[in-house]
């Protein structure tokens, strides 16, 4: 049996190597020319650069996948977990994120006196949450509210704090504004506010704070490579600057995908792709899941400008991973969530890989990734990127007395028009939905299409948006397929 998987990235990935070692025929169609999908690497001048996700966090997802091939991250890469996990960039100055949780609780106490204790109850609650959340629920297909019916699972489901956000739950824990900023720091990965999102979502401190920052060693296209070979490994063969751009229908079924005037004859498809543009663009108007109102409506997690940067010297004060919170967090959430605009004083992310691997930047240099979160749907020019630029410089240099502008060697910029153009991404989104309750699992995009023999995989569909949801649904698509598609013994 074919099954065709479009998207290489990690979702895609992820999907064929599971197939193809359950025995199914696997090829992957892949609009670039190369694996990653988002998680795409820029090489030039001797630096290197991960063009999409930089955070290497919840390893035991990690671990789990390459241990039903019995494999070992170890097997492929390199791990070295990054102490400080990260600094931020406040207003009053910076506070570096230790690694060790025994330091962790010293800070928290330092700043604000008996806020340790209460942190130790809040992570063991998240410690249970991410048990249930990432051991159970997420690994739903969510295609029926039966699959929640058993007993551990409703138990635990009640206990989640689905219907409470997470800032009224981070309050009960720190009055202090740095440290309530620095709780609400990990959702946002999950595109939305920290009043908007469930408390549920608590589990991500528990992977911060606990399970670590990690950094693989040739930075994450290092991993991408791993989930590449392992898919090879498997028997998967993949195609690459092949992107699709219909099917050939019968009696309700996908007969041959279409790549320009070539065509690949399939059993089954999973579409890791965009899932708005597979689903309003590439797919035939009777064969849609959902209709154009739907899509509008729903909320998108933040678009981003991204600039690529080689420096010719190293910045000083600065670690691997550096936040700058040195801007009010609401007006910059406003200006995303609630009334769409260029924020007015943004606050951004600054990924120096180079401290870390001498390989991503040349002797004497330093590569640095900034990120800007901006709301879905806006239109960029050359104009608006440079002026934040220039924003952003200008915030570095207060704060560690450099001036980057004046140790330029290469720069590139990334925005909304490159996430259209390279991954038709639904409103330029960085991130995929925004995970809302109204967002989550059976309220997401479903891992079903409206055709037979039609899956989805990846940040639009269950369980989200991240690298490891990523993983999982390619996991939990391909059992589907194998329920409902069984090969013959």
Not at 88 to 96: A, H
Not at 375 to 395: C, H, I, M, N, S
């Amino acid at each position: 049996m074919h099954a065709v998987v479009i998207g290489a990235g990690f979702s895609g990935l992820s999907t064929a190597a599971y197939l193809a070692k359950s025995g199914y025929k696997v090829t992957v169609l892949e609009k670039h020319d190369g694996p990653g999908g988002r998680a795409r690497q820029w090489c030039a001048d001797g630096y290197t650069f991960d063009m999409g996700p930089s955070w290497y966090w919840m390893p035991d997802v990690f671990e789990t996948f390459f241990s039903h091939f019995g494999k070992k991250p170890s097997d492929y890469y390199q791990l070295e977990r990054l102490d400080p996990s990260y600094s931020i960039f406040f207003e009053e100055g910076p506070m570096s994120i230790p690694a060790n949780m025994d330091e962790m609780e010293a800070l928290f106490d330092r700043v604000e006196p008996g806020s340790a204790k209460r942190l130790r109850a809040f992570l063991q609650d998240a410690a249970y949450k991410y048990e249930v959340g990432i051991n159970d629920l997420v690994r739903k297909p969510s295609r029926s509210l039966f699959e929640f019916a058993d007993a551990r699972l409703l138990k635990g489901i009640l206990s989640l704090d689905l219907l409470s956000n997470i800032r009224s739950s981070i309050k009960k824990v720190v009055k202090n504004p740095q440290l309530q900023q620095l709780l609400e720091f990990p959702v946002l990965f999950l595109g939305a506010t920290p009043s908007n999102t469930p408390a549920l979502y608590s589990l991500m401190n528990y992977a911060d704070m606990a399970l670590g920052t990690w950094y693989p060693q040739g930075g994450m296209y290092a991993v991408v490579e791993a989930f590449y070979a392992l898919a090879k490994e498997q028997g998967a063969q993949f195609a690459f600057q092949q992107e699709v751009s219909g099917f050939a229908y019968n009696q309700g079924r996908i007969t041959h995908v279409l790549m320009g005037d070539k065509e690949l004859a399939c059993d089954l498809v999973v579409a890791s792709a965009d899932y708005a543009h597979v689903d309003q663009k590439i797919l035939a108007p009777g064969y849609r899941k959902y209709s154009a109102s739907y899509w509008e409506k729903r909320k998108m997690a933040p678009s981003s400008f991204l600039y690529y940067i080689g420096l010719d010297k190293p910045i000083p004060g600065i670690e691997h991973h550096t936040l700058f919170f040195d801007a009010p967090f609401d007006a910059h959430a406003d200006a995303i969530y609630t009334h769409p605009r260029w924020p007015e004083k943004p606050l951004f992310y600054l990924s120096a890989a180079s401290k870390t691997d001498p390989k991503a930047a040349p002797e004497g240099g330093e590569a640095l990734v900034i990120l800007i979160p901006t709301a879905p749907g806006l239109k960029d020019t050359d104009e608006v990127l440079e002026l934040y630029f220039q924003l952003v410089a200008d915030r570095i240099q207060q704060h560690v007395g450099m001036d980057i502008r004046q140790h330029i060697v290469l720069k590139r910029t990334y925005a909304y028009r490159d996430f259209v153009k390279d991954y038709h991404a639904h409103q330029g989104n960085a991130y995929g939905l925004a995970n809302t309750l109204d967002q989550t699992a059976i309220f997401k995009p479903s891992i079903k299409g409206k055709l037979k023999n039609l899956y989805y995989a990846g940040q639009l569909t269950v369980p989200g948006p991240g690298v490891p949801p990523c993983i999982i649904s390619g996991e939990v698509v391909a059992l589907e397929i194998q329920k409902e598609y069984p090969l013959s013994t």
